[in-house]
C-alpha cells in the first residue's frame, strides 16, 4: 500500500506565507504525477497544482504567481510553497499521487492538512 503523509497546514495571517509536504511511503513506484487538491468549506475539491514525473506544472488560476510546487522524485516527495496567502485560501489541503498503469489510473490521497488564513 502507498501512504501519502502531508506536513505544514497551519493558521496565518493574510499576506503570509505557508509550505506543505507530502511524502509517500510504503509501496512506492515512479508516479505519473503529483499534486495538490484543496476543500475548502461548503466547495468541492479542486485541484491546486500538479506537476508531472518530468518536471511540467499546472496551477488553478486562482494561485498562478502567489504558489509553486515541486517534487523529489527520488525522495518521492511534493511541496507547495504558498505565498500572498489570501482568507480565500483557506481549506483542507490535500497530496495526491497518480499511477498509470496499463491505460487505468489509481489515486492516492493523502489525509488532509488544513491550512486558515484570517483576514
Known amino acids: 500500500q502507498v501512504q501519502l503523509v502531508e506536513s505544514g497546514g497551519g493558521l496565518v495571517a493574510a499576506g503570509g506565507s505557508l509550505r506543505l509536504s507530502c511524502a509517500a511511503s510504503?509501496?512506492?513506484?515512479?508516479?505519473?504525477?503529483m499534486g495538490w487538491y484543496r476543500q475548502g468549506p461548503g466547495k468541492v475539491r479542486e485541484v491546486v497544482a500538479v506537476?508531472?514525473?518530468?518536471?511540467?506544472?499546472n496551477y488553478a488560476d486562482s494561485v498562478k504567481g502567489r504558489f509553486t510546487i515541486s517534487r523529489d522524485n527520488a525522495k518521492q516527495t511534493v511541496s507547495l510553497q504558498m505565498n500572498s496567502l489570501k482568507p480565500e485560501d483557506t481549506a483542507v489541503y490535500y497530496c495526491?499521487?497518480?499511477?498509470?498503469?496499463?491505460?487505468?489510473?489509481?489515486?492516492?490521497w493523502g489525509q488532509g492538512t488544513q491550512v486558515t488564513v484570517s483576514s
Open positions: 495526491n499521487a497518480g499511477r498509470v498503469w496499463l491505460g487505468s489510473r489509481t489515486n492516492y
Open positions: 510504503g509501496r512506492t513506484f515512479r508516479f505519473n504525477d
Open positions: 506537476v508531472t514525473d518530468d518536471g511540467s506544472t
